[in-house]
């Protein structure tokens, strides 16, 4: 059965309708959330009363806010730096060395992925408390939990970013000379840059937006931005958090674009690199 150029035609046609309709399914929430954060109503009224910049002004000059703020800073940039650290040799590890006990170790790392975050929340609070850690209601209580949680997406992003370098290079490299380490971080260590930045972007914004685990562990002169929103949405109901979470969809983007910038001039050197050898 032959299918004609004009039925070809229509049946893309009707993919791009379709995807695009999903597309703006998808979108609507946050054109809602956007569009009501300029609105001149004390109470989330739809459609809009009218056009207000208050809010902005309201989320960025709240102490609470800011202070969270903070703490959601120092959380995701301090857990995002340890489970790079963590994650770069044992995605290494999965990767170039066979050793017994390598299915159970993948396993234990991919763990967090399936476990309900709030089962996570809830099992480290029990620890920290059980265990007379003291790290409950600390900023080093918060970062384990993060560090937990993130850890999966760093080393999965890592591991199919080293299964495509290839390990002849690094061999090379140990013939002439070159210790196990320095190989590393002269062959392999440029070669997945792209990956490292993209995972680490990845774990400082989950980081930063996590609230089912980090419930469990903070006290008020820890709490994260995301858990003050949360508070601050069971007392009230006007655009505030409309408006902080525009200014946080911003801040989103501006980071994925600049990874995305970097991860896009690694590879490109890497590449000219090899052009040029």
């Not at 929430?29 to 902005?56: E, K, M, Q, R």
């Amino acid at each position: 059965m032959r299918m004609h150029a004009g039925d070809s035609r229509s049946a893309v046609f009707g993919l791009q309708i379709v995807l695009a309709a999903v597309l703006l399914f998808m979108a609507a929430p946050i054109v809602i959330v956007i569009v009501n954060s300029f609105n001149s109503s004390s109470f989330n009224v739809w459609p809009p009363a009218g056009f207000t910049l208050d809010w902005y002004y309201k989320s960025l000059t709240m102490p609470e806010f800011q202070r969270g703020f903070i703490n959601s800073v120092i959380a995701g940039v301090i857990s995002t730096a340890v489970v790079l650290a963590v994650g770069t040799p044992l995605a290494y590890a999965l990767v170039r060395i066979g050793f017994r006990g390598k299915g159970l170790l993948r396993g234990a790392l991919l763990g967090p992925l399936v476990i309900p975050r709030i089962a996570i929340g809830f099992s480290l609070f029990v620890l920290y408390i059980a265990s007379g850690s003291g790290l409950y209601g600390t900023m080093q209580g918060v970062i384990l939990g993060h560090s937990l949680l993130m850890l999966p997406f760093v080393v999965s992003v890592l591991v199919a970013n080293l299964g495509e370098v290839d390990p002849i290079v690094e061999e090379a490299a140990r013939d002439l000379g070159a210790g196990p380490v320095e190989a590393f971080i002269r062959v392999v260590l440029p070669q997945i840059r792209p990956g490292l930045i993209v995972s680490g972007l990845l774990a400082f914004i989950t980081s930063f937006d996590e609230v089912e685990t980090t419930i469990f562990l903070v006290k008020p002169v820890v709490n994260t931005l995301p858990i003050e929103m949360y508070l601050y949405l069971d007392q009230n109901q006007d655009p505030t958090l409309a408006a902080l979470s525009t200014l946080l969809i911003a801040l989103s983007m501006i980071l994925v674009m600049i990874g995305l910038v970097f991860a896009k001039r690694g590879s490109l050197r890497l590449l000219l690199g090899g052009r040029g050898a």
